[in-house]
């Protein structure tokens, strides 16, 4: 049964009454390194995990360097009064920046442990916000409630994203627009593993973002294609992991060539209002 949770009454960030979760150090450093977009794991250093200065490391961490496009792409200032739903299995450092900026921020995980630690990052930073465990195919919420919808670590993970996609257009308003976030195909380790194939064979070099698990961008306009003015940004490159013979190039070539993440902005059309202005 899906779950509903309004947050509680927010407490101060020094509030100790929140019970404290028990994971295994190496589950919060995955987490750590999955939230962060840096591949890399914290081995236990830092924050103790799951305080507000561990959450507060990883915001600093996935918005600051090459992370500096998602505050603008993402959009966290411009949603002042709307109604946001923000679909995935991350640990809610994106939905904490719009309920900052005045969003009413609804969040819908399909795990009910990330969906416990979601809330856990609300409350520790006094934010209030909805919460809700669900399958994302069936979301109990009703149609057309949904200003704007951003989706993340979510659509590479399932078996049928269309079935999401069209359960995004649902919820969403006519007019309303939807942001979502997905690991590119066509991403640095692709390019390498085509033009320096003796490369992992030399190095041992583990890929960050397998190819079997990306999407194209003429992919995803497929996938949205219910969808108009959808737009296809590709972001997110660490220069050091550039081959040499590349970094030369200017930062903002490099990510649209080789960058790990698509960003997609789209809005559902207008016209599909007409239906239920005729049936009234």
Not at 6 to 11: E, F, L, N, W, Y
Not at 200 to 205: I, N, T
Request: charged share 25%; net charge positive; with cysteine.
């Amino acid at each position: 049964m899906p779950v509903l949770v309004k947050g509680p009454s927010p407490p101060s960030p020094s509030d100790r009454s929140l019970p404290q979760p028990h994971y295994r150090t190496e589950y919060a450093d995955n987490l750590f390194a999955d939230e962060a977009l840096n591949g890399k794991r914290r081995l236990g250093d830092g924050a103790e995990p799951f305080t507000l200065q561990w959450f507060l490391d990883i915001e600093s961490a996935r918005h600051n360097r090459q992370g500096l496009w998602i505050p603008h792409l993402l959009e966290f200032v411009k949603h002042r009064g709307e109604t946001l739903l923000g679909l995935g299995n991350g640990l809610g450092t994106d939905w904490i920046q719009y309920a900052r900026h005045g969003a009413e921020v609804i969040s819908c995980c399909p795990s009910a442990e990330r969906l416990a630690l979601i809330q856990r990052n609300f409350s520790l930073r006094g934010l209030k916000g909805v919460f809700l465990h669900a399958n994302p195919r069936a979301i109990p919420l009703e149609s057309a409630s949904i200003d704007v919808l951003c989706v993340a670590n979510l659509l590479e993970e399932i078996d049928e994203p269309q079935a999401v996609i069209d359960e995004i257009y649902r919820l969403l308003k006519p007019g309303g627009k939807v942001l979502a976030v997905l690991p590119a195909r066509f991403d640095l380790d692709y390019w390498r593993r085509r033009c320096f194939p003796w490369h992992a064979w030399r190095r041992g070099r583990k890929e960050t973002n397998p190819e079997s698990v990306g999407f194209s961008a003429r992919a995803l306009r497929q996938l949205f294609g219910r969808f108009v003015e959808a737009r296809v940004y590709k972001r997110h490159l660490r220069r050091a992991d550039v081959p040499h013979l590349w970094r030369w190039l200017a930062q903002p070539f490099l990510e649209r060539m080789f960058g790990r993440l698509l960003v997609v902005k789209a809005f559902k059309p207008l016209s599909a209002a007409l239906p239920t202005l005729m049936a009234a």
